[in-house]
């Protein structure tokens, strides 16, 4: 097994950034290649047969990323998200009473 190449790594982007092609400008479309360690629980039957009931991913890396419109894996870049590009101002709405009181 080769050791991985870290010289090339991709980041994944978090909630902030996204992927972003620098040969043909695509954001939305990706093969990637990815390698999991997962945590299930498989509920087995009495006959035996298993079922996987829950899955826990523990660990995930990305070994590539692939643009799937000009097929290049070495210009994938981690750009800023547009919505992240300016200070988000929180909008709390009020919310109004649900109509509830207190007579019988
Ligand atoms: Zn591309």
């Known amino acids: 097994m080769p050791a991985s190449d870290t010289s090339r790594g991709i980041a994944v982007p978090d909630e902030r950034h996204r992927w972003r092609c620098g040969g043909c400008g695509n954001l939305t479309r990706f093969d990637v290649v990815r390698t999991a360690t997962t945590r299930e ?25 692939t643009c799937r419109w000009c097929g290049r894996s070495d210009a994938i870049q981690v750009v800023p998200r547009p919505e992240h590009d300016e200070p988000s101002a929180e909008s709390s709405a009020p919310s109004p009473g649900t109509g509830q009181g207190p007579d019988s």
């Open 41 to 65: 629980f498989w509920h087995l039957d009495l006959a035996g047969e298993p079922a996987v009931e829950q899955s826990e991913t523990l660990e995930g890396t990305i070994s590539s990323v």
